[in-house]
């Protein structure tokens, strides 16, 4: 079967670096582009003046195509009363490090795509833009279609895949439950729904008429070539390149990464408010991984100045540290490298 | 890489049919063996006297290497206090179904492997012996391997692959989380530890001097291929065969596997007491898939009179649906041709 990504967009390679807010910017992106795979920008934690100086960077360093990535939650108000429970859970915590609570600096939101972000889009034309989350409006999606970006979108589920079909999105993001950070789940809360991309991947490739793309658990070679038997257009990974030169993974995450508490995973609604995969740390054994945080994005403010002290100290135990269930393939090497070795089993 | 186990075996075909206790005997082991893949027949509700009949039957039908499989949980005692709230929990259902709890039948326990089960090994000699929810005490396990059987077991995470090499057995099935029927889980209680086959197999098969079976989520060909790409040695599948002809799937579970309802499974011990992948019913979303029952194996007694007045009635409100994640490769076909296609994309 064709390639339809490659073609399309004319890459080297059916490979697609998954766009991870706070750990990559456009360092990671260039390094991917320029090795033939696609660069991905995340923009979740961007303001539209980072954004741009971003895209700046790109464009003046690498003229592939390159993907740019948004969320597309619908922002929950803050609720004061929400936002105690949390803080009460964390009590214990702040006392030990002698945190006052009333330093703690207020959530700063995430904003969903939109229509500043969309000019930018106008201005500087990437050849792919991709949601999480769900879609932006379908005017604003328009908007994005008639800039000549291809659109891609996070499918957790097969209803999902259908409901992005229906809504006019360009290829879907297959995303396994073994996907680091987090679940691009829209449709339904309920976590049991979520399925590994072993079988995720047929069920979406046989309803579905668009190129689908395999994310979640693949590491290596082998697993791009594995991905792509299973009927992947291409393949998108992020958890592998985590240790690589150009990602700006922190010290306490890149340990974590590196030790053998990597093997065990959980999905956990600590850091954000929405579920994402993190390696379990001392917050998410203690507390447990899934709680009545604050909502997504403002859960990660109460945790905050814990993250600090701890981090201080090299301590990961407040940290998110997003990872897929497989970090066997994360190496300390360039992200180039990484790229041209993932693909280097491709026929 | 040669396959050990076709090897070994001398098996024309790489595929495993999963044992499926409860669902399958003799005639879907007998018609996988004859098409050249490995049988398996599930022992685990079998008394001594059914499975020499079952042996007999096989032997009788079969001079093909099968396997021959058995639970090895730790069996715990009948807890009065649990059972009580356990039905407690069920009291809505006894009165809208108008029953008398005081004609539930005791639980039957299901007994791990013993030496009334290790005496049909030596006397039947079977090729492969497989084993779920760890190993039998050593001395039995020699016993076991003396006799000339190939031994194996579920592991479902990579801690508990590493204990059944230290422990001697002879090759190891990595059960993706994707898998349907009964988690082989025995080093930790904890779900969130169980991952996809995608993540698992390459963990396993990097850290383990052993073939490794892959298991969960594998549906049709080109699943088989992707697995064995991977690092599989041999693939073993059980939803797939649960609609063929040779197998004892009931009405209202093989109308469960073809309904869209299917989609969403979960792991539930409420038909058990252990953690297990059924489709999603009426049980399982009123009272949660998991829940405070009667340990393993006993929870199911207390189901037992609502599964046969649903059943009854054409609904699956109450029973076991057995699944995995991914039933897209159900067929209502023979057992042979089953086995045949789904090896039809191997070199």
């Known amino acids: 079967m064709p390639a339809i990504l490659q073609q399309r967009l004319k890459l080297e390679l059916p490979i697609i670096q998954a766009p991870m807010a706070g750990v990559q910017g456009s360092a990671l992106a260039i390094a991917v582009c320029n090795a033939g795979g696609l660069g991905s920008l995340p923009c979740a934690m961007l303001n539209p003046m980072q954004i741009r100086s971003e895209l700046e960077i790109i464009t003046g360093n690498c003229n592939r195509p390159f993907n740019v990535n948004f969320f597309c939650h619908q922002a929950r108000a803050f609720d004061a009363a929400r936002e105690k429970l949390w803080r009460d859970e964390l009590g214990p915590f702040y006392r030990e490090y002698d945190i006052d609570e009333s330093i703690i600096a207020p959530a700063q939101g995430r904003k969903p795509f939109n229509e500043a972000a969309l000019e930018l889009l106008q201005e500087f034309k990437p050849a792919v833009v991709s949601f999480h989350f769900g879609l932006p409006a379908a005017d604003l999606l328009d908007a994005v279609k008639a800039t000549g970006a291809m659109t891609l979108c996070s499918a957790t589920t097969l209803a999902e895949a259908l409901w992005l079909e229906q ?51 693949i590491a290596d070679a082998a697993g791009v070539s594995a991905a792509l038997s299973l009927g992947a257009d291409a393949v998108q990974l992020g958890t592998a390149y985590l240790l690589c030169d150009e990602a700006e993974t922190s010290a306490v995450h890149r340990a974590a990464l590196q030790s053998p508490a990597a093997v065990h995973t959980a999905l956990t609604n600590r850091f954000s408010g929405r579920p994402a995969r993190s390696i379990v740390n001392r917050v998410m054994r203690e507390l447990g991984p899934m709680g009545e945080v604050s909502p997504f994005p403002l859960a990660g403010a109460a945790l905050a100045p814990l993250r600090a002290a701890a981090e201080a100290n090299g301590s990961s135990d407040f940290s998110s540290l997003w990872a897929g269930q497989n970090t066997s393939g994360c190496r300390q090497i360039g992200a180039a490298e990484m790229t041209r070795q993932l693909a280097s089993k491709l026929s």
Chains 1, 2 share one sequence.
């Open 167 to 217: 809504h006019g999105i360009d290829a879907i993001i297959a995303q396994g439950v073994e996907a680091g950070g987090h679940r691009g789940m829209f449709l339904s809360e309920d976590l049991s729904e979520q399925v590994g991309i072993f079988a995720l991947l047929p069920q979406i490739v046989n309803a579905i008429n668009l190129p689908v793309i395999a994310a979640g658990g």
